[in-house]
């Protein structure tokens, strides 16, 4: 018995590995020819004047070379191959003349659609999903990203296997067969997918230990720190605002999903305030739900955090649907409570005042800057030190005298009018903002509220407005 399980554990390694490198082979397009197809549907939202677009651009940063490209406008999709069957024949003849290696269509298709176009081209067939799922493998790097990257892509694989495997001959359990192993065996097929299930559940346990770990760390970094978190469309320039803002001399590149891992920072506003600044994955219309589930754990950052900047390429001809697509995201992921702040980034590439006018009045709470140029931070800066701080407070404090932290604080933190010195503590009047005076409390000073609480605060008696320690 132990020699079989021995067996079975050593076939079941190398089916996983061959299906791993069946995926990896399924979805690279790195430096192959590709033609790019596109069925555009009354409800799709494409750039009127540049449909394949984006599509180019996201076959770009996955290192194809696009050789040509074929638009069809349809009210219904056909059954089989997603576009017309006259249209596939013509995508065929364009594939033969380019001697292309691989067709992106910017719809995604079924696993038979793709099984039927890849009959007629006779080469790989890819979807947007797909393809982006290519870029992100690509740029992992970080262990969690690595882990998600490739969840996602056997949550993708798994229900088109059968398309993926044309050798479905049944086998048997071994020869000479003997009791319990007579039979027509199961389906290869079969096996494929419970391998890809036993997979998908260790990955997803290993991503729970991480995204357990990522929780106890942000609580903790937003316990001690107020906190930001960079948002946006992707290669609307955040890692550039990122590096500008923090010295940090992260990667960043004209390319979309130049960044795929949360990148935190200390951010210094001057004055003695700073905060955690954190650089994360761009969205992007139509990201595939199951990269959005996988990632929450990536922006748990966004999440969770005090304060959302979000960053737009203002010069950008699709920046309101851009932004659109940004807001349904973080609906999605569940950061729909913090403050915002919407920063118009790239202003010195806007031709027209007018683009910025509209966005102004629509957000009265914004920031124009060129993180390149460096252009409008300091606006930033004034602007998200009001946050950190929060509203200003009128506070008497007794503060035990043997708290060196909490005096430390105090004194660097806030305006001191008046300090009194007792026998065994510090009387303070001070102005500081409430912000301030949370991180104060949650350093557990061991002070008094003497004065300044608000009539809700007295009724209320909170535990915290008499004694913190």
Request: aromatic share 6%; proline share 2%.
């Amino acid at each position: 018995m132990m020699i079989a399980s021995l067996n079975d554990d050593r076939f079941t390694q190398r089916r996983v590995l061959h299906l791993e490198d069946q995926i990896r082979s399924h979805l690279n397009v790195t430096r192959e020819k590709a033609i790019l197809a596109a069925c555009l549907l009354p409800t799709m939202e494409v750039d009127p004047h540049d449909p394949l677009g984006e599509l180019r651009s996201l076959a770009d940063t996955a290192g194809a070379i696009v050789v040509d490209e074929l638009i069809q406008h349809k009210s219904v999709v056909d059954v089989a191959t997603f576009m017309g069957s006259g249209k596939v024949v013509e995508l065929a003849e364009m594939v033969r003349a380019h001697k292309a290696q691989v067709v992106v269509f910017e719809n995604d298709l079924s696993p038979s659609q793709i099984a039927n176009i890849e009959e007629v081209c006779e080469c790989k067939v890819l979807d947007r999903s797909e393809l982006i799922l290519d870029i992100f493998a690509a740029r992992a790097r970080t262990k969690e990203a690595k882990l998600q990257v490739e969840y996602a892509q056997l949550e993708y694989t798994y229900p088109r296997l059968r398309a993926m495997w044309s050798h479905l001959e049944r086998i048997v359990g071994g020869a000479p067969t003997g009791i319990g192993t007579r039979g027509p065996g199961e389906q290869q097929l079969e096996i494929d997918r419970r391998i890809v299930q036993k997979k998908m559940g260790n990955l997803r346990n290993e991503i729970k230990d991480l995204q357990s770990r990522k929780e106890r760390e942000v609580a903790k970094r937003n316990q001690d720190y107020f906190t930001a978190g960079l948002v946006g469309y992707t290669n609307a320039g955040k890692s550039t605002l990122f590096n500008t803002a923090t010295g940090a001399g992260t990667y960043a590149d004209d390319k979309l999903f130049a960044t795929l891992s949360t990148k935190t920072r200390r951010w210094d506003l001057g004055d003695g305030d700073a905060l955690m600044l954190s650089d994360t994955v761009g969205f992007v219309r139509d990201l595939p739900h199951n990269l959005i589930a996988s990632f929450k754990a990536t922006l748990e950052e966004a999440i969770h955090s005090d304060m959302l900047l979000i960053v737009l390429d203002v010069a950008h001809h699709r920046a309101r649907q851009q932004l659109d697509t940004v807001l349904k995201v973080l609906e999605e992921i569940g950061a729909k409570d913090q403050e915002r702040l919407l920063v118009l980034n790239k202003v010195d590439l806007v031709e027209h005042n007018a683009d910025l006018l509209v966005f102004a009045q629509e957000f009265p709470d914004h920031v124009c800057v060129s993180a390149k140029t460096g252009r409008g931070m300091n606006d930033l800066v004034e602007r998200v030190r009001r946050s950190a701080r929060g509203a200003d407070r009128l506070l008497t404090l007794a503060v035990d005298i043997a708290d060196g932290k909490a005096l430390s604080f105090i004194e660097t933190r806030s305006q001191v009018i008046e300090r009194e010195y007792q026998e065994k503590q510090v009387v303070y009047k001070v102005q500081i903002g409430q912000r301030r005076f949370d991180q104060l409390r949650a350093m557990g000073a061991k002070m008094q509220v003497l004065d300044g609480l608000t009539a809700a605060e007295k009724a209320g008696r909170p535990a915290w407005s008499v004694n913190s320690g």
